[in-house]
Nanobody, 122 residues
């Protein structure tokens, strides 16, 4: 099937930007919806953004709408999360996930990456 690896996390000051990448292996990547979730220390996993198989439909959590942009390049087997105007509240481990259905619920996704840590300092 498909395997996912996130990269691009790191330390950034408030107001700065980062771009996360989710690289996939497997020929069927273009058939999957892909979502980003995040989990901060001591908190439950939280939906961030989702993109459908073709990239024409996207959805965002209210907390990141207008600041984050999800996109995909199926020819490169990669999904991106561009994060601008970062705030300390965005600090979390970010995970990408793939599934057969466009959804906001983590239970809809059956393939997950290992996560990449984003730390935003104030």
């Amino acid at each position: 099937q498909v395997q996912l690896v996130e990269s691009g996390g790191g330390l950034v000051q408030a107001g700065g930007s980062l771009r996360l990448s989710c690289a996939a292996s497997g020929r069927t990547f273009s058939d999957y919806a892909v979502a980003w979730f995040r989990q901060a220390q001591g908190k439950e996993r939280e939906f961030v953004a989702v993109i459908n198989w073709s990239g024409v439909s996207t959805g965002y959590a209210g907390s990141v709408k207008g600041r984050f942009t999800i996109s995909r390049d199926n020819a490169k087997n990669t999904v991106y999360l561009q994060m601008n105007s970062l705030e300390p509240e965005d600090t979390a481990v970010y995970y990408c996930a793939a599934g057969g259905t466009y959804a906001y619920n983590s239970r809809a996704y059956n393939t997950w990456g290992q996560g990449t840590l984003v730390t935003v300092s104030s």
